[in-house]
């Protein structure tokens, strides 16, 4: 051990662990700032941290880095040109950039090809583990603690293995506020001073605020964006506050500025509020603020400080169709727009659907039981000319079957035992100009089959005890989660029916196959106030669930959780014990994005230490019975001998 980590594990040591002013001799070689001193007592009173002990950096295995990765795998592919940006700025000057998970694994990395071996020995490396509780006082895991850019430089860090780096990084955030990774450049060598990395500092916030507003404009691609800046020259191009909002003028994302700027005039969070609560404008105005406006127009203030910004906004785009549509066609209908937040497969169906909206093409809707046929069939009945005629759903499973004849066609007064004296109209004619939809098809008796076939080839419906047809005017979609084909060469099903129906057939993926299901929780989490969020170990454990009853039963789940959620914050515990309960029953041989992020934590110990509980103990600060407890709450399990 060197002269200079033995003094700096003295400085530690009295300043930390034992909470006494450092000697006039160590303090005229490092004094450190307040928010260094902060997270060195954090390393010694919190993660039980031992200043003697000199660690060398741990290096994930790869398919711990892969969970990692995979979690935030759409923010990467954005983040990267970050850092590539970043990175020619300071090639040359012997710095590498850092990308880190929150929870501090480097996800992704770009450092001198030449310093290879070095860097990945001082855990500047893909893979690296920089949180706080392992690696003590650094650029990252402070930076993750305290929410705040900084450079914690040389003797500033805790473990005395890392005082010759320097680390400067700084926080990026989701659209929602919470912490989504830490951007990072460090070197292994750099002047003694300080005050060298701060141009470092700068470069580092301003290309992490570019990553951020990046991923922000990727979430709200298809809502109501708000840029704002206080010279209007720079308002479209680089804005430093961004906020998101939907169609009722509803703040439901911002950046960090605009949420620390808005937080400031409100004094409580945003998300939402209305637009119109915090600026001169309103909400309906944006449209006098778009790209046609000129710059010194775009001018508001602020309600609150009377502040001025300019103000630039960008109203959701219009989907374009594929393929050769004439002009006029190729807009996605705004109904069947909001069906999708962009899942490949469901968008293929919406765009087929958009194309029959106004066509006599007859329709079914099949997909699992809760995959939302029956909004799906409301959008395109909303999409197209009838939608100011009646909607009505006929549910052909939930009526009995004596019933069912006469609610579908309708009687004539005293036609049957217990009939309406007044006789009753049939749902088929209650749709008369509208769309009729059949749910659930299958389930409709043979008997009823044929008379079902003569309504959609005669536009004609014969009531019970009626001799003379009424005229009908209809649109038909039906719906089923049952195998219609398989039916009719069965017998249970007239094929001739089924021909009939599926002129169109569009199948609807289940909830487990689509790719926007963070979408859907933001619609759901937002769809009435109070707006709530998601903490991290949540959404882990909400996509990770296969959700057999696909978006009822997420619905479900989050109208749950809201109701039981205190804290604004949807936490593990808000959520329904079936989901609560797999997660302990997963253990260690499941998939890890299962686990909250304590237990993922001491899984990842567990298994750097070869399972050995003592080893992990010491590392954690913890007694082995509290690590046994743990294992046993999580369900988590040492493999066998042999595995």
């Given at each position: 051990?060197?002269?200079?980590?033995?003094?700096?594990?003295?400085?530690?040591?009295?300043?930390?662990?034992?909470?006494?002013?450092?000697?006039?001799?160590?303090?005229?070689?490092?004094e450190?700032?307040?928010?260094?001193?902060?997270?060195?007592?954090?390393?010694?009173?919190?993660?039980?941290?031992?200043?003697?002990?000199?660690?060398?950096?741990?290096?994930?295995?790869?398919?711990?880095?892969?969970?990692?990765r995979?979690?935030?795998?759409?923010?990467?592919?954005?983040?990267?040109?970050?850092?590539?940006?970043?990175?020619?700025?300071?090639?040359?000057?012997g710095?590498?950039?850092?990308?880190?998970?929150?929870?501090?694994?480097?996800?992704?990395?770009?450092?001198?090809?030449?310093?290879?071996?070095?860097?990945?020995?001082?855990?500047?490396y893909?893979?690296?583990?920089?949180?706080?509780?392992?690696?003590?006082?650094?650029?990252?895991?402070?930076?993750?603690?305290?929410?705040?850019?900084l450079?914690?430089?040389?003797?500033d860090?805790?473990?005395?293995?890392?005082?010759?780096?320097?680390?400067?990084a700084?926080?990026?955030?989701?659209?929602?506020?919470?912490?989504?990774?830490?951007?990072?450049?460090?070197a292994?060598?750099?002047?003694?001073?300080?005050?060298?990395?701060?141009?470092?500092?700068?470069?580092?916030?301003?290309?992490?605020?570019?990553?951020?507003?990046?991923?922000?404009?990727?979430?709200?691609?298809?809502?109501?964006?708000?840029?704002?800046h206080?010279?209007?020259?720079?308002?479209?191009?680089?804005?430093d506050?961004?906020?998101?909002?939907?169609?009722?003028?509803?703040?439901?994302?911002?950046?960090?500025?605009?949420?620390?700027?808005?937080?400031?005039?409100?004094?409580?969070?945003?998300?939402?509020?209305?637009?119109?609560?915090?600026?001169?404008?309103?909400?309906?105005?944006?449209?006098?603020?778009?790209?046609?406006?000129?710059?010194?127009?775009?001018?508001?203030?602020?309600?609150?400080?009377?502040?001025?910004l300019?103000?630039?906004?960008?109203?959701?785009?219009?989907?374009?169709?594929?393929?050769?549509?004439?002009?006029?066609?190729?807009?996605?209908?705004?109904?069947?727009?909001?069906?999708?937040?962009?899942?490949?497969?469901?968008?293929?169906?919406?765009?087929?659907?958009?194309?029959?909206?106004?066509?006599?093409?007859?329709?079914?809707?099949?997909?699992?039981?809760g995959?939302?046929?029956?909004?799906?069939?409301?959008?395109?009945?909303?999409?197209?000319?009838?939608?100011?005629?009646?909607?009505?759903?006929?549910?052909?499973?939930?009526?009995?079957e004596?019933?069912i004849?006469?609610?579908?066609?309708?009687?004539?007064?005293?036609?049957?035992?217990?009939?309406?004296?007044?006789?009753?109209?049939?749902l088929?004619?209650?749709?008369d100009?509208?769309?009729?939809?059949?749910d659930?098809?299958?389930?409709?008796?043979?008997?009823?089959?044929?008379?079902?076939?003569?309504?959609?080839?005669?536009?004609?419906?014969?009531?019970?005890?009626?001799?003379?047809?009424?005229?009908?005017?209809?649109?038909?979609?039906?719906?089923?989660?049952?195998?219609?084909?398989?039916?009719?060469?069965?017998?249970?099903?007239?094929?001739?029916?089924?021909?009939?129906?599926?002129?169109?057939?569009?199948?609807?993926?289940?909830?487990?196959?689509?790719?926007?299901?963070?979408?859907?929780?933001?619609?759901?989490?937002?769809?009435?106030?109070?707006?709530?969020?998601?903490?991290a170990?949540a959404?882990?454990?909400?996509?990770?669930?296969?959700?057999?009853?696909?978006?009822?039963?997420?619905?479900?789940?989050?109208?749950?959780?809201?109701?039981?959620?205190?804290?604004?914050?949807?936490?593990?515990?808000?959520?329904?014990?079936?989901?609560?309960?797999?997660?302990?029953?997963?253990?260690?041989?499941?998939?890890?994005?299962?686990?909250?992020?304590?237990?993922?934590?001491?899984l990842?110990?567990?298994?750097?230490?070869?399972?050995?509980v003592?080893?992990?103990?010491?590392?954690?600060?913890?007694?082995?019975?509290?690590?046994?407890?743990?294992?046993?709450?999580?369900?988590?399990?040492?493999?066998?001998?042999g595995?």
């Open positions: 051990m060197h002269a200079r980590q033995q003094q700096h594990i003295r400085s530690v040591i009295q300043l930390a662990a034992e909470g006494r002013p450092l000697s006039p001799q160590l303090a005229a070689l490092h450190p700032e307040p928010l260094i001193r902060e997270s060195w007592a954090r390393c010694v009173h919190q993660h039980g941290l031992d200043p003697t002990r000199m660690q060398q950096a741990v290096i994930l295995p790869q398919h711990r880095l892969r969970e990692h995979e979690r935030i795998d759409e923010f990467l592919r954005i983040a990267r040109h970050g850092l590539e940006a970043l990175y020619q700025q300071v090639a040359g000057m710095y590498c950039v850092l990308l880190t998970d929150a929870r501090g694994v480097t996800v992704d990395f770009i450092g001198d090809l030449q310093l290879d071996s070095s860097l990945r020995r001082a855990g500047l893909l893979g690296s583990d920089w949180s706080e509780q392992h690696a003590g006082t650094c650029g990252v895991g402070t930076a993750i603690a305290t929410g705040q850019a450079t914690v430089h040389q003797d860090h805790f473990d005395a293995t890392h005082i010759p780096l320097t680390c400067t700084a926080p990026v955030f989701d659209p929602l506020g919470r912490l989504n990774a830490i951007l990072d450049i460090s292994l060598t750099a002047p003694q001073a300080k005050s060298s990395q701060h141009l470092a500092l700068q470069l580092v916030k301003v290309y992490a605020s570019r990553v951020e507003n990046a991923n922000f404009l990727r979430w709200f691609r298809n809502d109501w964006v708000v840029k704002l206080p010279s209007p020259e720079f308002v479209e191009i680089s804005p506050h961004l906020l998101a909002l939907d169609a009722g003028g509803r703040i439901i994302g911002h950046n960090r500025a605009a949420q620390q700027l808005l937080e400031a005039e409100a004094g409580s969070t945003v998300l939402g509020l209305p637009f119109d609560r915090f600026f001169s404008i309103r909400f309906d105005e944006l449209g006098h603020y778009l790209r046609s406006a000129a710059g010194e127009r775009r001018g508001v203030r602020l309600q609150a400080s009377a502040r001025v300019f103000l630039h906004a960008v109203p959701p785009p219009q989907r374009a169709l594929a393929g050769a549509m004439p002009a006029a066609d190729r807009a996605i209908p705004p109904a069947l727009a909001r069906l999708s937040g962009g899942d490949p497969q469901l968008d293929r169906q919406i765009e087929r659907a958009a194309r029959l909206v106004d066509t006599p093409v007859g329709l079914l809707l099949t997909g699992e039981t995959s939302g046929k029956e909004y799906f069939a409301k959008a395109v009945h909303e999409a197209g000319q009838r939608r100011d005629k009646p909607f009505v759903a006929v549910n052909c499973a939930a009526i009995p004596t019933l004849e006469s609610e579908l066609f309708g009687h004539l007064p005293g036609s049957f035992s217990g009939a309406a004296a007044k006789g009753k109209r049939g088929i004619q209650q749709a100009g509208g769309t009729l939809f059949l659930e098809i299958g389930d409709m008796p043979l008997q009823l089959q044929a008379r079902l076939l003569r309504v959609l080839a005669e536009r004609e419906v014969l009531p019970v005890g009626a001799v003379r047809p009424v005229a009908v005017d209809i649109r038909v979609i039906a719906a089923t989660h049952a195998d219609l084909e398989a039916l009719a060469r069965a017998g249970r099903f007239r094929d001739d029916l089924y021909y009939r129906l599926a002129g169109a057939h569009l199948q609807l993926p289940p909830l487990r196959e689509r790719r926007d299901l963070t979408w859907l929780l933001r619609m759901l989490l937002r769809q009435r106030p109070p707006v709530l969020q998601l903490s170990d959404e882990s454990l909400l996509r990770a669930w296969r959700w057999p009853g696909n978006l009822r039963e997420l619905h479900n789940t989050i109208e749950f959780a809201r109701a039981v959620c205190r804290g604004g914050v949807i936490e593990v515990h808000d959520l329904p014990d079936r989901l609560v309960s797999a997660v302990a029953a997963v253990g260690a041989t499941a998939s890890p994005s299962l686990l909250p992020a304590e237990a993922q934590l001491l990842q110990y567990l298994r750097a230490a070869r399972w050995n003592s080893a992990v103990a010491h590392q954690m600060g913890l007694s082995r019975m509290t690590v046994y407890r743990r294992m046993k709450r999580w369900g988590i399990a040492a493999p066998a001998a595995d």
